[in-house]
């Protein structure tokens, strides 16, 4: 499955942007997709997953309560809303998938996309 991430910009501490990944390639009903992020000079984290079927979600406790991660099979398309952004949200963000279980997804990701860049500033 090929992944095209977009969405990412510069805001302001505060502020909300949504990232957007579109798959294609293969039938993305069949993908649990995730979020992970990489800040400058750190490892690349896990944000958010959501099952298939975008009946459960998962979050990192930095981003709980903030970020909401969503999907419409229908658009091949997950999503990953950010409000109350931080600096310390300031990353490169990729989309992820696997079609092995979001257990898989999580710990490692069968395909990538190409990242987008968030910089919040304070």
């Known amino acids: 499955v090929q992944l095209q991430a977009s969405g990412g910009g510069l805001v302001q501490a505060g502020g909300s942007l949504r990232l957007s990944c579109a798959a294609s390639?293969?039938?993305?009903?069949?993908?649990?997709m995730g979020w992970f992020r990489q800040a400058p000079g750190k490892h690349r984290d896990d944000v958010a997953a959501?099952?298939?079927?975008?009946?459960?979600?998962y979050y990192a406790d930095s981003v709980k309560g903030r970020f909401t991660i969503s999907r419409d099979n229908a658009k091949n398309t997950v999503y990953l809303q950010m409000n109350s952004l931080k600096p310390d949200d300031t990353a490169v963000y990729y989309c992820?998938?696997?079609?092995?279980?979001?257990?898989?997804?999580?710990?490692?990701?069968?395909?990538w996309g190409q990242g987008t860049l968030v910089t919040v500033s304070s």
């Open positions: 992820a998938a696997h079609d092995g279980g979001v257990g898989a997804l999580r710990l490692s990701p069968r395909y």
């Open positions: 390639g293969r039938t993305f009903s069949n993908f649990d």
């Open positions: 959501i099952t298939r079927s975008g009946g459960s979600t």
